[in-house]
């Protein structure tokens, strides 16, 4: 069965300093890979999205970027965090079939910037 | 107009009562239908899935598509304390993945 592991759980970061989150899936192969921030009573917001080692697509312009270095691994990164970046962040991934690739989450990464 | 619409809650009910969870969409054209379950500051974990209309029943839980008033529900049948949480409805068109729409979630309270 496919598993995603995400880490780590909880950070509290200070304002301008660098971020980096990590999330790798296991027992699938090529999948599709997003990063999702979660606002309280705003949903799931899309940051970036892959289909493929070293192929990042950012759906809003931002603060954060993001790189996928093997096939199920994917990272979000920052090099100066702003108070802003605070929140709820979300590895997930899908199978890369066509027709309702379902998504699939990880446990959640809480970052708090002070 | 959002793409999706759900009632943030919320939703306060005694053990054992039926639940009714609902969103509405505007496009026509989404043609998969998923719930999530997010229990506090934890990952969504899917609950269901639903390809086009009808009913779709697992174990206390039935998803409800109604594509002709781009409805879609999520009944829970004698709910517990358990399944106090927030539900997210999904949906998506045939490309699905990075075109996947959430709701905002409702959250549930079930009171023992």
């Known amino acids: 069965s496919q598993t995603i592991h995400q880490w780590p759980a909880t950070l509290v970061q200070p304002v301008g300093s660098p971020l980096s989150l990590e999330c790798t899936v296991e027992g699938t192969s090529n999948p599709n890979l997003y990063w999702y921030r979660q606002a309280a009573g705003r949903g799931l917001q899309l940051l970036f999205y892959?289909?493929?080692?070293?192929?990042i697509s950012s759906e809003v312009p931002q603060n954060l970027s993001a790189s996928r270095p093997q096939d199920r691994q994917f990272i979000l990164s920052s090099k100066k965090l702003l108070l802003s970046d605070s929140g709820f962040y979300l590895c997930?991934?899908?199978?890369?079939?066509?027709?309702?690739?379902?998504?699939?989450f990880g446990e959640g990464s809480w970052l708090t910037v002070v | 107009q959002k793409e999706v619409e759900q009632d943030p809650g919320p939703l306060s009910v005694p053990e054992g009562a039926i639940v009714s969870l609902n969103c509405t969409y505007s496009n026509s054209a989404f043609q998969y239908f998923m719930w999530y379950r997010q229990y506090s500051r934890k990952g969504p974990e899917l609950l269901m899935y639903t390809y086009s209309s009808g009913n779709k029943e697992d174990g206390r839980f039935t998803a409800q598509v109604d594509k002709s008033s781009k409805y879609i529900s999520l009944f829970i049948r004698d709910s517990q304390p358990s399944d106090s949480a927030t539900y997210l409805c999904a949906m998506s068109v045939n490309t699905g993945g990075f075109k996947t729409i959430f709701g905002a979630g409702t959250r549930l309270f079930v009171k023992a």
């Open positions: 892959s289909v493929g080692i070293g192929q």
């Open positions: 997930a991934w899908s199978q890369r079939i066509s027709g309702g690739n379902t998504i699939y």
